[in-house]
Structures are given as structure tokens and as C-alpha cells.
């Protein structure tokens, strides 16, 4: 497994933008899908976003397309997660992720997370 630590979270008003960064070390993330979940007080934690090894290919959860960005410099063991257009509903704690796959019914899964970093959207 990989550490990974994430940061740039913090308080913004609907409308606002923030960018999460996710510093991976430890082991070979470069060649790992990477990617960002997010969990609300009382729900699961969700599937966010995914980006491949190569950075060619990038999943989104449709709350999200057309907001969000995700990204990722193998040179720096770094990835990224642009919000723009925050939403209330977007308030969570934002957690990065490293070798994401896909389970048999289709839904993204990971067992290598970061701590964590909660992102609250004022209305």
C-alpha cells in the first residue's frame, strides 16, 4: 500500500471553488488508478472521481461532471481534484484513494486510503 495525504480542504461558499491535493508515497502509485471519494454525516462513503495511470482516462460520478476536475502529476506522486460551482450537498469529508477498481456489479472500490480532508459548502 501507498500513503497518502490529502489537503486543501476547508470552508467555501456555494458558487466557490477549491482544490484538493493528494501526495502519495511509499510505494508505485504512479502506475495506479488514483481517485477521490467523499462521505456525508449519515451516509456511505461515494465514488467521486477517477483517473488513470496515464492520466488518459478520467471517471466522474454524475453529481459532479462539468464541476469537477480531476488530475494528476506522476512526477510530483500527486493528484488533484478541482471543485468548481460548489453546491451545499458537495459537504463532506473528501478522501484520496489509490489502486481503484471496478467490482463485479460496476461499482468503483479501493482498501488504500488517505486520512481524510472535510470540505463544508456554506449556502
Known amino acids: 500500500q501507498v500513503q497518502l495525504v490529502e489537503s486543501g480542504g476547508g470552508l467555501v461558499q456555494a458558487g466557490g471553488s477549491l482544490r484538493l491535493s493528494c501526495a502519495a508515497s511509499g510505494g508505485t502509485s504512479n502506475r495506479y488508478t488514483m481517485g477521490w471519494f467523499r462521505q456525508a454525516p449519515g451516509k456511505e462513503r461515494e465514488f467521486v472521481a477517477a483517473?488513470?495511470?496515464?492520466?488518459?482516462?478520467?471517471y466522474y460520478t454524475d453529481s459532479v461532471k462539468g464541476r469537477f476536475t480531476i488530475s494528476r502529476d506522476n512526477a510530483k506522486n500527486t493528484i488533484y481534484l478541482q471543485m468548481n460551482a460548489l453546491k451545499p450537498e458537495d459537504t463532506a469529508v473528501y478522501y484520496c484513494?489509490?489502486?481503484?477498481?471496478?467490482?463485479?456489479?460496476?461499482?468503483?472500490?479501493?482498501?488504500?486510503w488517505g486520512q481524510g480532508t472535510q470540505v463544508t459548502v456554506s449556502s
Open positions: 483517473i488513470v495511470s496515464n492520466g488518459g482516462d478520467k
Open positions: 484513494a489509490a489502486n481503484l477498481r471496478r467490482t463485479i456489479t460496476n461499482k468503483w472500490t479501493s482498501g488504500n
